[in-house]
């Protein structure tokens, strides 16, 4: 049960901002994407969100570091970028 507690902790940064963008992007980037929707948005920038955390985890050998997060938020903005062309 801690395991599971601890696991989802570590992904819940990459899910927040995931779901922050997908919801989010349409508004500023000013126009709705009809054949993508904000699900598979969410799925893609939640996987690159957490790659960079284990990423982060394994470079740093723990997790937490503001550093880690920034290359989270940066990687998922792009991506959301990307998706949003």
Do not use: E
Request: hydrophobic content about 60%; glycine content about 8%.
């Amino acid at each position: 049960m801690s395991l599971l507690l601890h696991l989802l902790n570590f992904v819940a940064p990459a899910c927040a901002v995931a779901a922050w963008m997908a919801l989010v992007s349409p508004i500023l980037m000013g126009h709705f994407p009809q054949w993508r929707s904000w699900r598979r948005q969410f799925m893609v920038n939640s996987v690159i969100g957490v790659g960079v955390l284990l990423l982060g985890l394994l470079w740093f050998g723990n997790d937490g570091k503001v550093v880690t997060y920034a290359a989270m938020v940066l990687a998922c903005a792009s991506t959301q970028w990307l998706l949003t062309l």
